[in-house]
T-cell receptor
Framework: GAGVSQSPSNKVTEKGKDVELRCDPISGHTALYWYRQSLGQGLEFLIYFQGNSAPDKSGLPSDRFSAERTGGSVSTLTIQRTQQEDSAVYLC?????????????FGPGTRLTVL | AQKITQTQPGMFVQEKEAVTLDCTYD???????LFWYKQPSSGEMIFLIY??????QNATEGRYSLNFQKARKSANLVISASQLGDSAMYFCAMREVPGFQKLVFGTGTRLLVSP
């Protein structure tokens, strides 16, 4: 399959632990996005990468959240000292470039549960 | 301020009938894009249709069409000949062209198609 992949699909962790969520975008897509979907909520933007740089980090909720992208491909979202309010589905999306028509292709998401 | 408003938390339609899902948006930028995504119970976000602010005609994709009324700032999704497989959450989203590429989503409408 050539779609966006994410791992793990489910993650259960204890409050205070760190977690890493991985996103593998569609090959050749230069733009990558992380969103969060909490129960009963719409999608909330977290961060946008163009290549390896992140020109928009405005959606990261706190300094416990960080993300990186290496080789213009795989991205990792790290949440340190997880809290119960971090429980959500974390969705990754990629798009071909930053052109006007910017269809974003989404991955299946990682469901994070913080106990 | 809410940028994307979906006022219908839930909609019901019978199979083979048409249904309209409402979306209004708020922006002061003249250049923007409007998107509709479908999210079935499996959780994956599926792109349906796109409308650019400068597009002269309403977008259509198969059974999906977008009723774009720029002066009213509305971008309603019309699904013709509903099918059981259309039962899902539907999200309207906007991307403002100047600046960054993130999508801003509404809170969604849950559509249930009955036989």
């Amino acid at each position: 399959g050539a779609g966006v992949s994410q791992s793990p699909s489910n993650k259960v962790t204890e409050k205070g632990k760190d977690v890493e969520l991985r996103c593998d975008p569609i090959s050749g897509h230069t733009a990558l996005y992380w969103y969060r979907q909490s129960l009963g909520q719409g999608l909330e933007f977290l961060i946008y990468f163009q290549g390896n740089s992140a020109p928009d980090k405005s959606g990261l909720p706190s300094d416990r959240f960080s993300a990186e992208r290496t080789g213009g491909s795989v991205s990792t979202l790290t949440i340190q000292r997880t809290q119960q309010e971090d429980s959500a589905v974390y969705l990754c999306a990629s798009s071909q470039d930053g052109s006007n028509y910017n269809e974003q292709f989404f991955g299946p998401g990682t469901r994070l549960t913080v106990l | 301020a809410q940028k994307i408003t979906q006022t219908q938390p839930g909609m019901f339609v019978q199979e083979k009938e048409a249904v309209t899902l409402d979306c209004t948006y708020d922006t002061s930028d003249p250049s923007y894009g409007l998107f509709w995504y479908k999210q079935p119970s499996s959780g994956e976000m599926i792109f349906l249709i796109y409308q650019g602010s400068y597009d002269q005609q309403n977008a259509t994709e198969g059974r999906y069409s977008l009723n774009f009324q720029k002066a009213r700032k509305s971008a309603n999704l019309v699904i013709s000949a509903s099918q059981l497989g259309d039962s899902a959450m539907y999200f309207c989203a906007m991307r403002e062209v100047p600046g960054f590429q993130k999508l801003v989503f509404g809170t969604g409408t849950r559509l249930l198609v009955s036989p």
